[in-house]
């Protein structure tokens, strides 16, 4: 059973975690392992990474908490299971094969899942928790660079940085709209107004005119989805000059 101790460390479970997902469960089954990953999403969608406990999910099951654990052996697992179920979310046309296409519309259904789910820039390796949805997401992507002239360092080396750069961007715009939101700001120009006396003040002192510049003449402050959308064009056009694609 997983969880289970041998000499005061934690056993090998016989059959790992997607094994066990892909097995039937017991027609009469109240429990499972999909089952526990919909709750946990659902509980940080709406309350934070933070209320994603063992004990609020066996409460919101309506199970005891060794019920959950007879599943689940831990934090590992549960958080395998909520990035299985929001990599469910992705779905990339068939119709795209063309490299640039697949790696565009995966960053770009990234920042969409992020935004729906912001706790998912908090989990633990969030961009390296193995699970078969997320292996399915990168099989795509690898598979669009495969036969175009590339050897297989390089296919990982551009998946891996479009990924890099999807999740980095996607993070730091939901920072940003939840620090926004906790000062109670619900526009660009609300927060501007909101940090005018720093600003002015940083401004005034003349050391930096350029960044005083951008402030004065931009006309995309608020453009979150140009920023991104053109920030993974220069990403994509990097990989397609330095690999020659």
Same mark, same amino acid.
């Given at each position: ?101 697949? /790696? ?10 992020? *935004? ?13 928790? %193995? ?44 920072? /940003? ?17 909101? %940090?005018?006396?720093? *600003? ?31 920030? /993974? ?13």
């Amino acid at each position: 059973m997983a969880g289970q101790k041998k000499d005061g460390k934690t056993a090998v479970p016989d059959k790992s975690l997607w094994e066990r997902l892909e097995q039937p469960s017991a027609p009469r089954a109240s429990l499972s392992l999909e089952r526990i990953g919909a709750v946990a999403v659902e509980v940080a969608d709406a309350e934070g990474f933070a209320a994603v406990t063992m004990r609020r999910l066996a409460t919101e099951l309506g199970v005891a908490p060794m019920a959950a654990y007879r599943h689940v052996s831990g934090k590992d697992d549960l958080w395998a299971l909520m990035a299985e179920r929001v990599a469910a979310e992705y779905r990339i046309p068939e119709g795209l094969t063309e490299w640039r296409e697949v /790696l565009r519309a995966y960053a770009l259904l990234t920042r969409d899942m992020m *935004m729906r789910h912001p706790w998912v820039g908090q989990l633990p390796t969030a961009l390296f928790v %193995l699970t078969p949805g997320r292996m399915a997401i990168a099989e795509r992507q690898l598979a669009a660079l495969d036969g175009i002239g590339l050897d297989e360092d390089a296919m990982m080396m551009a998946f891996r940085t479009v990924s890099s750069y999807a999740h980095g961007a996607a993070s730091s715009e939901v920072a /940003l709209r939840d620090w926004t939101e906790s000062e109670g700001w619900s526009s660009g120009a609300e927060t501007r107004m909101g %940090l005018a006396p720093q *600003m002015t003040y940083l401004m005034d002192t003349g050391r930096y005119p350029t960044y005083r510049r951008y402030g004065l003449r931009s006309r995309r402050k608020d453009d979150a989805t140009w920023m991104y959308e053109t920030g /993974l064009e220069c990403v994509l056009d990097g990989i397609a000059a330095r690999l020659g694609i």
